[in-house]
């Protein structure tokens, strides 16, 4: 009873604003909070002749009027979508391609009501589609950079889609400097900052010291920023939980600038500004969203309710730290956390616990074709160690030496996505979780090659 009264008394408007959280970040904030803005302060525009006409300019075609008098526009789709946000630090004295700085993935469920946000660090190290192995981030640049169809935005969302498993329908990129500017129109944000922060090294902005330093120090407790400062306190990676650390707060600067302009003042400025907006993320902004598209996912995030978003961190838990051998410091996915916690923001339903937690039944699911090969110059150790996984109930298509016999370390290569399989193979011979490997031959002969290497120690008989 007193939820209900709760929500009855918070203002239709606030909780619309509040939910466009769930479409809006970085992306669309300006052009959803003057468009919904309107909607809802039509009484407003009746009565006060200030106000000015709406007029959105598409791409710099056609002008197109909106009218404030006529409902958003209604999205019609049933099915779940899932919208890749990036942000990428493109300055005005720097030229592409860029490497994405922030990935998150936006849900909304048009039937069951619900949403959720996933936050993606930039350091997971993955299989890119048509490219080998590395940080997540480098996809948008090896896109743009090699002329992929749709450029860096489309082999990002690409990459996201073939590592997550789920459908990515659109992608949007936006540029630091327009979320900055946003920030400051709306009069800057208040946010509990948990721990005082010390970066000595951030990035300097200045044109005149591209490569310097810029040191941050934010002090514990509630602080008001500006645009650059909330954009800092977003990107540190000075602080506790390090990258992971970094995408938690990212979610506080999204909900804190809605906190902002959910104020009911707030409302009448941006209605004014909304035109203005527009054309500052025009050239700020790259999506395959058309605006009415943006409006009408917008108009449908509005109807969900607060309690019915999830928000989530591929953090420490569903991670591991790992060394390449040319010294980077990446974040090796641990898949199955993964996929529970995928489940968890972009399902309605719980998944099946039962079935996920019987590896025979998910071995079957699969059903991959799996060859084991000899890299070393121990003789038969090929076939020993195929009759003790064919004991373990996992069945082999083929034995036969490797390309070579100097391998020290083992690889299990996964040609056509069938990680799990791969990854009970890399339990079943104790090998670290670095040993799996994506192999780009999609149309290869068998799913999985297990390339025995010096590494590999039999269990003694």
Same mark, same amino acid.
């Given at each position: ?14 909780? *619309? ?43 710099? =075609? ?11 526009? &209604?999205?019609?789709?049933?099915? !779940? ?58 996809? @948008? ?16 969302? *690409? ?10 329908? @659109?992608?949007? !990129? ?53 645009? +650059? ?5 977003? %990107? ?53 969203? *058309?605006? #009415? ?9 509005? *109807? ?10 591929? /953090? ?6 790992? +060394?390449? $051998? /040319? ?15 995928? /489940? ?5 339903? =719980? ?7 019987? $590896?025979?039944? !998910? ?18 150790? =090929?076939?020993?160690?195929?009759? %003790? ?12 030496? =490797?390309?070579?016999? #100097? ?34 031959? $999609? ?16 269990? &003694?008989?």
């Amino acid at each position: 009873m007193r939820r209900n009264a709760r929500r009855a008394a918070r203002s239709n408007m606030a909780q *619309k604003l509040f939910t466009l959280s769930l479409i809006a970040v970085f992306l669309t904030v300006a052009v959803m909070a003057g468009l919904v803005a309107f909607d809802q302060v039509r009484q407003f525009i009746a009565a006060d002749d200030m106000l000015p006409d709406f007029t959105i300019e598409d791409g710099g =075609a056609d002008e197109t009027p909106w009218d404030p008098t006529q409902p958003l526009p &209604e999205w019609a789709g049933t099915e !779940r979508v899932n919208v890749l946000v990036m942000g990428i630090d493109q300055r005005e004295h720097e030229q592409g391609p860029w490497r994405t700085d922030t990935m998150l993935v936006l849900t909304v469920d048009p039937v069951s009501m619900t949403g959720g946000m996933l936050s993606i660090p930039r350091d997971l190290w993955v299989p890119i589609p048509g490219y080998e192995e590395g940080r997540i981030n480098t996809a @948008h640049y090896l896109g743009d950079i090699y002329d992929y169809p749709g450029g860096g935005p489309a082999l990002a969302a *690409k990459t996201v889609q073939y590592n997550l498993g789920v459908h990515i329908h @659109h992608y949007a !990129r936006v540029n630091f400097t327009a979320f900055e500017e946003l920030v400051d129109r709306t009069g800057g944000v208040d946010i509990y900052v948990e721990q005082e922060i010390n970066d000595p090294t951030y990035p300097s902005s200045d044109p005149a010291d591209p490569y310097g330093y810029d040191p941050l120090h934010i002090p514990a407790g509630w602080q008001h920023f500006d645009g +650059e400062m909330a954009l800092k306190y977003a %990107r540190t990676r000075h602080s506790g939980g390090g990258d992971f650390g970094r995408a938690r707060r990212q979610q506080e600067v999204v909900m804190a600038v809605f906190e902002q302009i959910t104020r009911l003042d707030m409302l009448p400025q941006l209605a004014s500004q909304a035109p203005e907006l527009w054309h500052m993320l025009e050239d700020a902004v790259v999506t395959d969203l *058309k605006l #009415d598209e943006i409006i009408a996912l917008a108009n449908l995030a509005s *109807k969900i309710e607060p309690d019915d978003i999830r928000y989530a961190v591929i /953090d420490e838990h569903y991670t591991q730290f790992w +060394e390449t $051998p /040319d010294g980077q410091q990446v974040l090796i996915p641990l898949r199955d956390g993964i996929r529970e916690l995928r /489940d968890s923001i972009f399902t309605t339903a =719980a998944p099946v616990v039962a079935e996920e937690d019987d $590896p025979a039944a !998910r071995l079957a699911a699969e059903a991959a074709s799996i060859q084991v090969l000899n890299g070393t110059a121990t003789e038969g150790l =090929a076939g020993s160690t195929s009759e %003790r996984l064919q004991q373990q109930g996992v069945q082999i298509a083929n034995i036969a030496n =490797a390309d070579r016999s #100097d391998y020290t370390e083992s690889l299990v290569i996964v040609y056509t996505g069938k990680t799990y399989t791969a990854e009970y193979l890399v339990g079943l011979l104790n090998l670290p979780p670095t040993a799996v490997v994506h192999g780009s031959t $999609p149309n290869a002969e068998y799913d999985i090659s297990v390339i025995l290497g010096a590494d590999y120690q039999p269990p &003694e008989e």
